[in-house]
C-alpha cells in the first residue's frame, strides 16, 4: 500500500544545495473669465500636461493612447447621446461596467468556486502525502528538513495538476484587478484633463466650458470641487459597504485576510478626503463606478443569476444570500451594544 502511494506522491526527495503622441490641444476663448475652484496641485497639473510643460510620469500617463481612448470613449458618448456631462459620465460607467467588469467577475467567481470545491480533495491528498514523507523520512534517514522540503515540494506539484485539471488555477481570478484598476486610472485621468482644460475642445468651446455646465443637483459645475462634500462621503460609504459584505460573507477568516480588510478599509476612507480635492466629474465618476460595483456584487450573490452565469455550486452557498447578509449585518451592527 505504502509503495503504491509513494509512486503516486512522491518524488525522489530534493538535493539540498547551497514616444507616446501628444493630441492636439485648443485653447479655450480669451472672453471666458471663469475660473474652476481647483486646489493649487490640480491647476498646477494643466502646466505639467501641456506641450511647454515639463516631462514626467503623469505628463506620460495624462497623454497615452489609453487616456486618449476614454477621452474619446466619454466624447462619443456624449455626442451620440445629447445628453448633458453628467448622464454621459454616468451612461458611460454603467455601460464599462456592465460589458466589461460584470463579466470577469462572474468569471472570477466561476474560478473562486471550482477553487473552493477542490479544498477536500486537496486536504485528503495533504494528509496522505504527510503520512508517506514521514514514512520515507524513517525509512531513509531523512532529517526534517529534508522531509519539509519534499513535502512542500511534491504537495505544490500535486496541487498545480489539480488546478491544470479543473482549469482554475487562482491567478485567472486576479483577472478583473488587472483589467478594472487600470480602466479606473484612465477614466479619471480623462475626466481631470477634460476638467483642467488639459485636452478637446469642439468647434472652439472647450470640454472644460461644457463641464462646467454640465452639472446637475448640488453640483452643477463638475469642474469645481464638491463644497457639500457629498459626493465625497458617498464615495467612502459605498467602499465601505462593499469591504462589509465581503467581510460578512467570510467566516473565520486567515490573519493575511483580516489585514487585507483593514487595509481596503483604511483606504474606503481615506478616498473621502481625497475625492474632497478633486474635480466633481472624477468624484462622479467614482461614485457611479463604486455604486455599481455594490450592485454587481449584490448580483453576483443572487443563486438565479450564478446558475445562469454556470457558476458552480459550493457547500457555502445559500438559497436565501440576501436574508443572510441583513441577519449578519443586524449582527455585527445594530444588535451589538
Request: proline share 6%; aromatic share 10%.
Amino acid at each position: 500500500m505504502l509503495c503504491r502511494l509513494g509512486g503516486r506522491w512522491l518524488r525522489p526527495p530534493p538535493v539540498l544545495q547551497v514616444g507616446t503622441r501628444v493630441p492636439q490641444r485648443v485653447s479655450a476663448p480669451t472672453g471666458c473669465t471663469k475660473r474652476s475652484a481647483l486646489p493649487v496641485w490640480a491647476v498646477a497639473s494643466v502646466s505639467a500636461v501641456s506641450p511647454g510643460g515639463g516631462g514626467g510620469w503623469y505628463q506620460a500617463l495624462a497623454t497615452s493612447a489609453p487616456v486618449q481612448s476614454a477621452e474619446e470613449m466619454l466624447l462619443g458618448v456624449h455626442t451620440a447621446t445629447g445628453l448633458p456631462w453628467w448622464g454621459s459620465i454616468l451612461l458611460t460607467t454603467v455601460a464599462l461596467r456592465g460589458s466589461v467588469t460584470l463579466p470577469l467577475a462572474a468569471y472570477q467567481h466561476y474560478i473562486l468556486a471550482k477553487v473552493e470545491n477542490l479544498q477536500p480533495e486537496i486536504k485528503n491528498i495533504a494528509r496522505h502525502l504527510n503520512q508517506e514523507v514521514a514514512l520515507r523520512a524513517n525509512q531513509l534517514g531523512w532529517s526534517k528538513r529534508v522531509a519539509r522540503l519534499t513535502y512542500l515540494k511534491n504537495m505544490r506539484r500535486l496541487v498545480s495538476e489539480l488546478y491544470v485539471r479543473d482549469n482554475c488555477h487562482p491567478f485567472k481570478a486576479t483577472v478583473l484587478v488587472w483589467i478594472q484598476l487600470p480602466m479606473w486610472i484612465f477614466m479619471s485621468v480623462a475626466l481631470r484633463n477634460f476638467s483642467t482644460g488639459a485636452a478637446h475642445a469642439e468647434a472652439g468651446f472647450s470640454v472644460q466650458e461644457q463641464l462646467a455646465t454640465g452639472g446637475v443637483l448640488w453640483f452643477p459645475d463638475l469642474t469645481s470641487l464638491d463644497s457639500t462634500w457629498i459626493l465625497p462621503i458617498s464615495v467612502g460609504v459605498i467602499n465601505l459597504l462593499i469591504v462589509e459584505i465581503f467581510a460578512l460573507q467570510k467566516i473565520g477568516m486567515s490573519r493575511f485576510q483580516m489585514y487585507v480588510t483593514y487595509f481596503v478599509r483604511a483606504v474606503s476612507v481615506l478616498m473621502i478626503p481625497v475625492a474632497a480635492t478633486v474635480p466633481s466629474s472624477i468624484v462622479l465618476y467614482w461614485f457611479c463606478s463604486s455604486f455599481m460595483g455594490l450592485s454587481q456584487n449584490l448580483l453576483l450573490r443572487s443563486p438565479r443569476f450564478r446558475r445562469l452565469c454556470r457558476i458552480p455550486l459550493t457547500k457555502g452557498d445559500s438559497e436565501t444570500p440576501y436574508k443572510d447578509l441583513f441577519a449578519a449585518f443586524y449582527a455585527k451592527f445594530i444588535s451589538r451594544k
